[in-house]
C-alpha cells in the first residue's frame, strides 16, 4: 500500500552542463557549415506557399488517382494541395470551430475537404504528432538544431545522414528554418512526397513527374 505525504523531496540543484565532445564539435561544426542545397535526384521542389499562422500538415491520399495531398492548417483556415503539382485544390476559410482543428480531436485529426471531403486527416505541427522520417526505401530526413532554435532539414540517402560521406553527396542540407519556428517535416505514407511545414510557410517536394494540368498540351 503506497503512502502519501504532503511533503515533497527537495529540489536538487543542477550541475554543469557537460562540454561536448570533440567528436560532438565537430559534428557540430559540419552542421554549421554545410549550405542549403537543392534535393538531389529525383527529388524536385513542386512548391513555396507562404501561409500564415500555420499550425500544421498532414497527407491524405486522392480517392480517385492515389495521389499525394497535403492538408494545411493554420489560423486561418484549412487549405488541400496537390502534391505533384503543388497547385491549392481546395479551401475552407471558415472551418468549424468545434471540430475544426487538431486541437479539438484527441487523434490530433481534422475534416478533410475538396476530393478527401468526409474522411479526416491525421495532423502533425504546434499540437503535437509527427510524419514519416523514413520513405521505406533508403531515404531519411532528420531535423537537427547546432544553433537552436533555428533548425535545419537534412535528407539522406542509405545511411548517410551525417555520419559519412560529404555533403551533396550522401546526405543534403535542404532546408533552413532560420526565420519561422519549424512545425514539421517528413515524408508521406507512399513516401513519394516530402514536406516542410513552418509558422509562415509550406515546402514541397515530390519524386513523382509532373502531370499536364487539363486543357494544357
Not at 485529426?109 to 468526409?118: E, K, Q
Not at 545522414?161 to 526565420?179: A, K, M, V
Request: charged letters at 20%; one cysteine or more; glycine letters at 14%.
Amino acid at each position: 500500500m503506497t503512502k502519501w505525504t504532503k511533503n515533497e523531496p527537495p529540489a536538487e540543484r543542477p550541475g554543469p552542463e557537460p562540454e561536448l565532445s570533440p567528436y560532438q564539435q565537430a559534428m557540430r561544426q559540419r552542421l554549421l557549415a554545410a549550405p542549403v542545397v537543392p534535393a538531389p535526384e529525383p527529388w524536385r521542389r513542386t512548391a513555396y506557399a507562404p501561409v500564415g499562422g500555420l499550425l500544421g500538415i498532414g497527407f491524405a491520399s486522392h480517392p480517385g488517382t492515389g495521389q499525394d495531398l497535403v492538408m494545411v492548417v493554420s489560423h486561418d483556415g484549412h487549405g488541400l494541395f496537390d502534391a505533384v503539382t503543388g497547385e491549392k485544390i481546395a479551401r475552407d476559410r471558415d472551418p468549424d470551430p468545434e471540430d475544426g482543428g487538431p486541437d479539438a480531436d484527441p487523434a490530433l485529426r481534422c475534416p478533410g475537404l475538396g476530393p478527401v471531403a468526409g474522411s479526416r486527416v491525421r495532423i502533425a505541427g504546434l499540437f503535437g504528432g509527427g510524419l514519416h522520417t523514413t520513405s521505406g526505401d533508403g531515404w531519411e530526413l532528420e531535423a537537427v538544431a547546432p544553433a537552436w532554435p533555428n533548425e535545419r532539414v537534412l535528407l539522406s540517402r542509405d545511411g548517410g545522414l551525417p555520419h559519412s560521406g560529404p555533403h551533396g553527396e550522401r546526405w543534403w542540407h535542404i532546408f533552413h528554418s532560420h526565420y519561422s519556428e519549424l512545425r514539421a517535416a517528413g515524408f508521406s505514407p507512399s513516401g513519394q512526397t516530402l514536406a516542410v511545414a513552418t509558422s509562415s510557410d509550406l515546402s514541397l517536394w515530390t519524386r513523382v513527374p509532373g502531370h499536364r494540368r487539363s486543357g494544357q498540351d
